[in-house]
């Protein structure tokens, strides 16, 4: 069980709006720590695709965007191309416990129609 | 170019000890912590924790304190990841990631800007 909460799989035709969120707790998200996302192509390592909430690394398309408010964050994707279908996940940081440690969602596939 | 490169797949028995390898370049090696991530076959990805190369400072994930160990040699750039007894639980894939640790006014982020390929753990009796 993830301490971060995704939607298992979202989907989407190309061209469509698609959005994937990420519900943390009052020792996570909500205690006002940054939500970073990345995405993770078939076969491949997981590559930064926001951090601190809404930044993009240099590279990223301005088709995808990021946003946290509560205890909550969300990725949108518009435009959507066949070769976003990836899976994607938002990681934060965790103050509770023995921490402060990192913190991961259980990731959503998302499928391109 | 920033590059972490890993050390290639293992196979490996129930019981038997094994350490991998993650060799950072085109940056500052000490400057960046290194962090471990697991992900097992068709899941999810896992923190297990992380090293300041600078000086060896650790800390781990509550659910892998104990059963691993991460360290760094420094002067040859690389970050290690090690078990003294493989269970068939442990074959996953590993990899490495820069540790960004950045202040943004009275905001602290943790995140990871650059990974390793991977390495494939296989362990099997």
């Known amino acids: 069980q993830s301490v971060l909460t995704q939607p298992p799989s979202v989907s989407g035709a190309p061209g469509q709006r698609v959005t994937i969120s990420c519900t943390g707790s009052?020792?996570?998200?909500?205690?006002?720590?940054?939500v970073h996302w990345y995405q993770q192509l078939p076969g491949t390592a997981p590559k930064l695709l926001i951090y601190?909430?809404?930044n993009r690394p240099s590279g990223v398309p301005d088709r995808f965007s990021g946003s946290k408010s509560g205890t909550s964050a969300s990725l949108a994707i518009t435009g959507l191309q066949a070769e976003d279908e990836a899976d994607y996940y938002c990681?934060?940081?965790?103050?509770?416990?023995?921490?402060?440690?990192?913190?991961f969602g259980g990731g959503t596939k998302l499928t391109v129609l | 170019e920033v590059q972490l490169v890993q050390s290639g797949a293992e196979v490996k028995k129930p019981g038997e000890s094994l350490r991998i390898s993650c060799k950072g370049s085109g940056y500052s090696f000490t400057s960046y912590w290194i962090s471990w991530v697991r992900q097992m076959p068709g899941k999810g990805l896992e923190w297990m924790g992380r090293i300041d190369p600078s000086d060896s400072y650790t800390n781990y994930s509550p659910s892998f304190q104990g059963h691993v160990t991460i360290s760094a040699d420094k002067s040859i750039s690389t970050a290690y990841l090690q078990w003294s007894s493989l269970k068939a639980s442990d074959t996953a894939m590993y990899y490495c990631?820069?540790?960004?640790?950045?202040?943004?006014?009275?905001?602290?982020?943790?995140?990871?800007?650059?990974w390793g390929q991977g390495t494939l753990v296989t362990v099997s009796s």
């Open positions: 990681q934060s940081y965790d103050s509770s416990l023995s921490g402060p440690y990192v913190v």
């Open positions: 990631a820069r540790h960004v640790v950045a202040v943004a006014g009275t905001r602290e982020l943790w995140y990871f800007d650059y």
């Open positions: 009052s020792s996570n998200i909500g205690a006002g720590y940054d």
């Open positions: 601190g909430n809404s």
